[in-house]
């Protein structure tokens, strides 16, 4: 990189792989240390090469993808049917202007309302997009519909959410560490703690537009709700009224052994934001996804994104799908799910306190005689990449490709990691 001019010219010639493949460890914390922003704050690891649950480091160092991009990479990395998809869509067209209609986008559309039992689609790119989406939506339809005097809409919240880093999502958040700073914030939502229903029936009033939650919250340190609570605020959302929006960014897509869920009760969404993994693990791909009466709301000018509904992404989103359907994601997601907490549930350590989750997504949380710091070091000593969550809870979203033998190979490590943090 001696002059500008010879960078721009190896980038064309070389090409970009070639240069990437050349860098140190070092090197490459270097430009994020002076280059990139530091909002976060990584291990240092430099993941140059993926295939399913495995991923390699740059000297060739071989771990098993445990985080899973945040459930992302749910169909593991380039998976080949994805890819394959991706490549014959890149013999056609990739964006379009949305002043325009494409095929691709129509049906990834209804494929995504009908794969969600709902009626129809505002395809997003972020799952933050995919939330606000549902915020303007809701706020809408409380004016233009319920009949809320303008202005005064209130959605109701929880403690310990998390739906995204933008201004307003933000300013509801209720982790200091999220909000510090980025004030003022957007006014119109209410918090209350999660799973306690009187709370939010208490919260209620006649200007309450719509109850915004997840199912289970991910970021949050995996907190499952009481059983009945999702069908209670289903109840509770019908008899007055207001939308039920379910945040499944995290949880959708048989994350947690079923397509949603939400549809671990009886307790359907008005709206449902959905993002990650309908990318494939190769593309942003979200979206709000709603009932008919709720996303008529949206006119001509209302809302938009000019990647939000490409015919790229709409071809990964839509083989993203057929995969999870044919190859019974969500069976797979249960299966391996209950293995993986039954073999974490056999580790002989006190030190773990509670093991929690539904399908693919489970935190096992440590007491506070377990340093985090350095059970995340071995752990990825012992080719395990996670992170610890909120709560001391070490977060498990592993492909849900996953199988039997690199479950109990992963407890295995997981195991020998403890010993080694116990031990040092
Ligand atoms: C990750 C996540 C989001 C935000 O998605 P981005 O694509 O990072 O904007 C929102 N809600 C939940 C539940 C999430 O897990």
New binding site residues.
């Given amino acids: 990189m001696s002059s500008t001019t010879t960078f721009w010219q190896d980038v064309l010639s070389k090409g970009f792989r070639h240069i990437a493949e050349d860098l140190s460890l070092g090197q490459v914390q270097e430009l994020f240390h002076t280059y990139s922003t530091h909002n976060y704050k990584p291990l240092p690891i430099n993941l140059m090469r993926g295939d399913g649950i495995r991923v390699w480091d740059e000297s060739g160092n071989e771990y098993l993808d445990f985080i899973g991009t945040?459930?992302?990479t749910a169909h593991g990395h380039l998976n080949p049917t994805i890819v394959q998809a991706l490549k014959d869509q890149l013999d056609a067209i990739a964006v379009t202007s949305r002043a325009f209609y494409s095929a691709e986008v129509g049906l990834f559309c209804k494929a995504l309302a009908d794969y969600s039992d709902l009626q129809m689609v505002c395809p997003m790119?972020?799952?933050?997009?995919?939330?606000e989406t549902c915020i303007k939506l809701a706020r809408k339809w409380a004016y233009t519909v319920k009949g809320i005097p303008n202005d005064q809409a209130e959605i109701i919240v929880f403690q310990d959410n998390?739906?995204?880093?933008?201004t307003t999502?933000v300013g509801f958040s209720t982790e200091p560490a999220y909000k510090a700073g980025f004030g003022p914030f957007t006014p119109g939502f209410k918090v209350v703690p999660y799973g306690d229903i009187e709370a939010v029936k208490a919260a209620i009033t006649p200007n309450t537009a719509a109850i915004l939650g997840?199912p289970i919250?991910?970021?949050g340190g995996i907190i499952i709700p009481p059983d009945g609570y999702m069908a209670q605020l289903r109840q509770v959302c019908t008899e007055n009224n207001v939308l039920l929006i379910w945040?499944?960014?995290?949880?959708g897509f048989c994350r947690t052994g079923k397509r949603f869920a939400w549809q671990y009760e009886d307790s359907k969404p008005d709206l449902l934001?959905v993002?990650?993994a309908l990318g494939g693990g190769l593309l942003?791909v979200?979206a709000a996804v709603g009932t008919k009466e709720v996303m008529d709301v949206f006119q001509p000018g209302d809302h938009g994104s000019t990647f939000g509904g490409n015919p790229l992404g709409a071809a990964v989103a839509i083989t993203a799908l057929a995969v999870m359907e044919t190859e019974d994601f969500a069976g797979k997601s249960e299966r391996m799910g209950n293995l993986l907490m039954a073999k974490l549930h056999e580790l002989p350590y006190e030190q773990i306190v509670e093991i929690r989750g539904r399908g693919l997504l489970i935190g096992f949380e440590v007491d506070d005689s377990i340093d985090t710091y350095k059970l995340s070091g071995n752990l990825t000593k012992n080719g395990i990449l996670t992170k610890e969550t909120r709560n001391k809870t070490f977060r498990l979203t592993p492909p849900l490709t996953i199988t039997e033998d690199i479950v109990e190979d992963a407890v295995d490590r997981i195991d020998q990691a403890f010993r080694a943090t116990l031990n040092g």
């Fill in positions: 945040y459930s992302a790119n972020s799952g933050a997009e995919a939330n998390f739906h995204g880093r933008t999502i997840e919250q991910a970021e945040d499944e960014v995290q949880t934001a993002g990650k942003p979200s």
